[in-house]
T-cell receptor
Framework: KAGVTQTPRYLIKTRGQQVTLSCSPI?????VSWYQQTPGQGLQFLFEYFSETQRNKGNFPGRFSGRQFSNSRSEMNVSTLELGDSALYLC???FGQGDEQFFGPGTRLTVL | DQQVKQNSPSLSVQEGRISILNCDYTNSMFDYFLWYKKYPAEGPTFLIS?????DKNEDGRFTVFLNKSAKHLSLHIVPSQPGDSAVYFC???????????FGSGTQLTVLP
């Protein structure tokens, strides 16, 4: 069974630009969560989608948004990029909410 | 306010010896705990979990212990192998939200 895939793997943007990251969950999984990982901060929860609805949201500004499509694929968008947004963005899928999560390899975003 | 804390950013252990990674939590609503392992340039992979109705769960070389009164869990790896060198994250979920809350991670280095 194919794992969680994320595209692109690497991205370089400049301040003020916006970016869209994509995540394809494991087939049959309906829950997709997004995390930001920065050195020393662990994995910070961004949001969770289940059946196209945002179920939970972390403590991030409104510049961070996401959505989930009917095939469970998910995208997250960051607008007006700041230097501090440079991080590894991880997507994880699970069959249901609260179940074991399977992570993708992440998208490394660098903001210059 | 970090609800899940891993106070040791790094740990070095000799091959063949026991590795003990610790994690503390503050939210009494947490009832499910997980450990993930992360290699560089990869997403975290699930290692082992424990629910609050148990105080120990074992899977091969990996054992997780939960002390609910102390709000503390630990991961024991016996015997440690060089391939275990990675960042280990503990995570917890519970209450109505069910999303995972992660600690900041501990870099384990197993020396040959």
């Amino acid at each position: 069974k194919a794992g969680v895939t994320q595209t692109p793997r690497y991205l370089i943007k400049t301040r003020g630009q916006q970016v869209t990251l994509s995540c394809s969950p494991i087939s049959g999984h309906r829950s997709v969560s997004w995390y930001q990982q920065t050195p020393g901060q662990g994995l910070q929860f961004l949001f969770e989608y289940f059946s196209e609805t945002q179920r939970n949201k972390g403590n991030f500004p409104g510049r961070f948004s996401g959505r989930q499509f009917s095939n469970s694929r998910s995208e997250m968008n960051v607008s007006t990029l700041e230097l501090g947004d440079s991080a590894l963005y991880l997507c994880a899928s699970s069959f249901g909410q609260g179940d074991e999560q399977f992570f993708g390899p992440g998208t490394r975003l660098t903001v210059l | 306010d970090q609800q899940v804390k891993q106070n040791s950013p790094s740990l070095s252990v000799q091959e063949g010896r026991i590795s003990i990674l610790n994690c503390d939590y503050t939210n009494s609503m947490f009832d499910y705990f997980l450990w993930y392992k992360k290699y560089p340039a990869e997403g975290p992979t699930f290692l082992i979990s424990i629910s609050s109705i148990k105080d120990k769960n074992e899977d091969g070389r990996f054992t997780v212990f939960l002390n609910k009164s102390a709000k503390h869990l630990s991961l024991h790896i016996v015997p440690s192998q060089p391939g275990d060198s990675a960042v280990y994250f503990c995570a917890a979920s519970g209450g109505s939200a069910r999303q995972l809350t992660f600690g900041s991670g501990t870099q384990l280095t197993v020396l040959p």
